[in-house]
């Protein structure tokens, strides 16, 4: 792969970035790790989920504006929150209100229903996101950083490449020249067929990559931090078959927690400059 000058100044400028995650960041991330909004259930997924090391390797400062695409409940919004607290920024492009969906309902009003409780999510500005009809996450070149976690799959599930593809576009409208768009997501190996696995929650990374290179994006690194060689991608009820979701039951339980959550690809986007 060839690069111009233009791209190798923009690869080299991101990747000087993350490199240069400083020590007091870093003790903030570990602090807000451990900070009180966080359940122990949800620390305890720390050791497959690796928050710190993630948001590290991306190169997240306590200054930047950052897009948390679909936070769900908001497993990392409880991290993302103290840390951009009072110097930077945090967008949660959550479900929007108009959907007739009732889990997306459920999910936003829980979402509302926390910020609601505690000063820690004052700070939070609520917009929305979805495929295809809300693409607003935040005005347009003003993220540093966009994150999404886990979501690609389900975009694809739903609305077939086309919703990957919009979500591509939208992430690159909010971010700003030379911003970062961090992706992390359950990998399926290359060698297996993509159509037979569309349900299976697993998407190649080489299919992201190029749906978002397609969108205007270069990658600028690739890590292993969330990486699981034990898992084969092959389950019978798919990703959902191994923890946390553990959707057979009781059945074969010991061995799916043997293998433990997913094996994804973690990947480093930059917006050209």
């Known amino acids: 792969m060839k690069f111009g000058f233009k791209t190798a100044l923009t690869a ?3 990747l000087s970035l993350s490199a240069c995650v400083s020590t007091s960041t870093s003790e903030q991330l570990t602090e807000a790790s451990q900070g009180e909004l966080r359940s122990a259930q949800a620390q305890a997924r ?3 989920r690796h928050p710190v090391e993630t948001l590290t390797f991306f190169g997240i400062e306590p200054n930047m504006t950052v897009v948390e695409v679909s936070p769900g409940g908001g497993w990392y919004t409880d991290i993302l929150a103290p840390l951009l607290k009072g110097k930077g920024t945090l967008y949660a492009a959550h479900f929007p209100a108009d959907s007739d969906v009732k889990y997306y309902q459920r999910s936003l009003a829980g979402f509302k229903e926390k910020m609601a409780n505690t ?3 004052a700070d939070i500005r609520l917009t929305e996101f979805h495929p295809g009809t809300h693409h607003n996450i935040a005005p347009e070149g003003s993220a540093d950083m966009v994150l999404t976690f886990r979501n690609l799959h389900n975009w694809y ?3 077939d490449e086309q919703g990957v593809k919009d979500a591509m576009r939208a992430f690159h409208t909010a971010l700003k020249p030379g911003g970062v768009l961090g992706v992390v997501d359950h990998r399926l190996p290359e060698t297996r067929d993509s159509g037979k696995a569309k349900r299976s929650g ?3 990374e080489s299919w992201v990559i190029a749906l978002a290179q397609e969108a205007g994006f270069e990658l600028v690194a690739k890590s292993e931090i969330n990486a699981n060689p034990k898992d084969f ?3 019978p009820k ?3 078959t191994l923890p946390p979701s553990l959707s057979l039951g009781e059945e074969d339980r010991a ?3 043997a293998i433990g959550e997913s094996d994804r690809m973690t990947l480093k986007f930059i917006k050209p400059l």
Do not use: F, P, S
């Open 46 to 48: 720390d050791q497959y």
């Open 255 to 257: 061995k799916y927690e």
């Open 119 to 121: 000063r820690a999510y």
């Open 202 to 204: 697993y998407v190649k």
């Open 12 to 14: 080299a400028i991101a």
């Open 238 to 240: 798919g990703v959902w």
């Open 157 to 159: 599930i739903n609305g």
């Open 233 to 235: 991608a092959n389950h």
